[in-house]
């Protein structure tokens, strides 16, 4: 009998588990009376901008600031459920003369992390431990961490191709699968009935086009059209895709219609529920392709989803990528995010290593059985 290995979890506080960036909005709201209202989308990326935004930085040295942050809603929640999952470690960024408040808020908001279990300092890249959750991209990246993850903010977007999520439900749906990775008795997990059937991959990996074949060979899938901010004018058009707005997918996100949301490249892409539901009302199984963490998002709302990774070599996807029909800009975001995304095929259930896009569709109709 094998011991179950218990993974270990380094959690960020400012705007991870203690509201930070909204919190100091709200109170140069306050002080400065902005009109309109300064906001938290104003912050696109992390640092000063040489604009009204940058008020909310005199509060960064502030310990009173420290010492009334309020704790997000479900934080406390979400670390008892996870300090059950992992070993639980706090790694903050803090000035020195903040350090003692910091370190009394966290015993007593959250009083299952030990206090030896508390490290203050910058230099997040020398905590050893499999997860980080954090919501800076530079300590993302430094990470020597196996599974750095990012938490979602308005600063953050246009991180792509890494491990992102939305919320605590996401993130603790992700520990769940990178856990059973790590489980020398895992075994595939898909089923004969699966409802729904993701395919996973870079960009450039070919997913719409095995999917659009593998759809052509049964009756028994239908496709999940997904919603995307992407430019249909800028780019090649994809049949399976939506093409919004950015106010309007913001508004589709802040509504609940979504029920799984990333950002990809500097755009938004999402699926609706209502949508999965009417496909499977109808008694089919729906077919669609994801990134990982839409993936993430998709299985806290339903059971029986058989994850299946597209695997390309680098050199292949280096050329799909170079030949789309889009900006310069959007074909570097997608090279960067190669390296990152091969990581994830150990998350998904079945890896398809394919010479044709016809032997790719053979390979998942024998693992679904379709």
């Known amino acids: 009998?094998?011991?179950?290995?218990?993974?270990?979890?380094?959690?960020?506080?400012?705007?991870?588990?203690?509201?930070?960036?909204?919190?100091?909005?709200?109170?140069?709201?306050?002080?400065?009376?902005?009109?309109?209202?300064?906001?938290?989308?104003?912050?696109?990326?992390?640092?000063?901008?040489?604009?009204?935004?940058?008020?909310?930085?005199?509060?960064?040295?502030?310990?009173?600031?420290?010492?009334?942050?309020?704790?997000?809603?479900?934080?406390?929640?979400?670390?008892?459920?996870?300090?059950?999952?992992?070993?639980?470690?706090?790694?903050?960024?803090?000035?020195?003369?903040?350090?003692?408040?910091?370190?009394?808020?966290?015993?007593?908001?959250?009083?299952?992390?030990?206090?030896?279990?508390?490290?203050?300092?910058?230099?997040?890249?020398?905590?050893?431990?499999?997860?980080?959750?954090?919501?800076?991209?530079?300590?993302?990246?430094?990470?020597?961490?196996?599974?750095?993850?990012?938490?979602?903010?308005?600063?953050?977007?246009?991180?792509?191709?890494?491990?992102?999520?939305?919320?605590?439900?996401e993130f603790l749906k992700l520990v769940e699968v990178i856990a059973e990775s790590y489980s020398v008795t895992a075994q595939n997990t898909a089923e004969d009935d699966a409802n729904i059937v993701v395919l996973v991959g870079p960009s450039g990996s070919g997913k719409s086009k095995i999917a659009s074949r593998l759809l052509s060979r049964t009756d028994k899938l239908e496709k999940l059209v997904s919603y995307t901010t992407n430019d249909p004018t800028a780019i090649e058009r994809n049949e399976w895709y939506n093409y919004v707005s950015l106010e309007t997918f913001r508004q589709m996100c802040d509504s609940g219609e979504l029920l799984q949301s990333t950002m990809y490249a500097g755009h938004g892409y999402g699926s609706r529920k209502a949508d999965v539901e009417k496909i499977l009302s109808e008694g089919k199984r729906v077919l669609t392709t994801m990134d990982i963490c839409g993936v993430m998002s998709l299985k806290t709302y339903f059971k029986n989803v058989t994850t299946i990774y597209i695997k390309r070599d680098k050199k292949a996807l280096m050329a799909s990528i170079l030949r789309k029909n889009s900006s310069i800009e959007d074909k570097v975001n997608r090279l960067m995010a190669i390296e990152y995304e091969q990581q994830n095929a150990e998350l998904c259930d079945y890896v398809v290593d394919f010479d044709t896009y016809d032997d790719a569709v053979e390979q998942i109709r024998d693992i679904i059985h379709v």
């Open 1 to 169: 009998m094998h011991k179950k290995y218990k993974l270990s979890t380094a959690l960020d506080i400012d705007d991870l588990l203690l509201e930070c960036t909204s919190y100091a909005v709200k109170l140069a709201n306050e002080k400065y009376k902005f009109d309109p209202p300064l906001s938290i989308y104003e912050m696109e990326h992390w640092g000063k901008h040489n604009a009204r935004i940058d008020v909310i930085f005199e509060y960064f040295n502030d310990p009173e600031f420290y010492r009334t942050q309020p704790v997000y809603a479900g934080a406390k929640e979400f670390v008892r459920k996870l300090s059950q999952m992992t070993e639980v470690f706090i790694s903050t960024a803090i000035p020195p003369e903040c350090m003692g408040i910091r370190a009394q808020r966290i015993l007593e908001e959250f009083p299952e992390i030990p206090a030896d279990h508390i490290y203050m300092g910058s230099r997040k890249d020398k905590i050893q431990v499999d997860i980080l959750f954090d919501d800076a991209m530079h300590n993302i990246l430094a990470s020597s961490a196996k599974y750095p993850i990012l938490m979602r903010r308005p600063w953050n977007q246009e991180a792509t191709g890494m491990l992102a999520v939305n919320n605590y439900e």
